[in-house]
């Protein structure tokens, strides 16, 4: 069984600045087996980025990379709509989705 | 818009059943799976399962084997999820997803299951 490692578990950063947020895996990983997703409080999670694609209406700001067992989601100037929780997530040929236990991005 | 609508929130009592339902629009429904996912507060997400619509074929998180049942009715676009047995612990938010590749898009919005008693 796969296991998703998300540091850090908080983030504190100002509008405007870069962020870089880490996954990784307890085996390698094809590229495109590999997801991230944005939550605010109270709203489902949404599809950001997978594989190094992002998803329709996803600003291109987000961009993601990585490959074998380490992945990252860089956000490249903080905007202050871009504070939440932010979860990878891998899905290849079992039916299980396995989730990370996600990195929290505050406001400095 | 592809958009899946689910059912309002319960509170259940502990040892009873619920179940929720996941309506789809926008595609033709028994053309993707879907899975849904429970989250406990303050925690990450966990899938429970998945649906295929089109064949009925599911499969369940070995933890939840046995305690939970997905179906699903073509005719209305709709899925559903059955969990009995509940107890304190199965408080969480409850989200149906599409399955499309390997990534989940669009979300219902939550369901809510509070058991107390």
């Known amino acids: 069984e796969i296991v998703l490692t998300q540091s850090p578990g908080t983030l504190s950063l100002s509008p405007g600045e870069r962020a870089t947020l880490s996954c990784r895996a307890s085996?390698?990983?094809?590229?495109?087996?590999l997801a991230w997703y944005q939550q605010k409080p109270g709203q489902a999670p949404r599809l950001l980025v997978y594989?190094?694609n992002r998803a329709t209406g996803i600003p291109d700001r987000f961009s993601g990379s990585g490959s074998g067992a380490e992945f990252t989601l860089t956000i490249s100037r903080l905007e202050p709509e871009d504070f939440a929780v932010y979860y990878c997530?891998?899905?290849?040929?079992?039916?299980?989705?396995?989730f990370g236990r996600g990195t929290k991005l505050d406001i400095k | 818009q592809e958009q899946l609508v689910q059912s309002g929130a319960e509170v259940k009592k502990p040892g009873s059943s619920v179940k929720v339902s996941c309506t789809a629009s926008?595609?033709?429904?028994?053309?993707?799976?879907v899975t849904w996912v429970r989250q406990v507060p303050g925690e990450g997400p966990e899938w429970m399962g998945r649906?295929?619509?089109?064949?009925?074929?599911?499969s369940y998180e070995q933890r939840f084997q046995g305690r939970v049942t997905m179906t699903a009715d073509q005719a209305t676009s709709t899925a559903y999820m059955e969990v009995t047995s509940l107890a304190s612990d199965d408080t969480a938010v409850y989200f149906c997803?599409?399955?499309?590749?390997?990534?989940?898009?669009?979300w219902g919005q939550g369901t809510l299951v509070t058991v107390s008693s």
């Open positions: 997530q891998h899905h290849d040929r079992s039916p299980r989705y396995t």
């Open positions: 085996q390698s990983l094809r590229a495109t087996s």
């Open positions: 594989g190094a």
């Open positions: 926008g595609w033709t429904f028994g053309s993707f799976a």
């Open positions: 649906i295929i619509p089109i064949s009925g074929e599911t």
């Open positions: 997803a599409r399955e499309f590749q390997n990534w989940l898009d669009p």
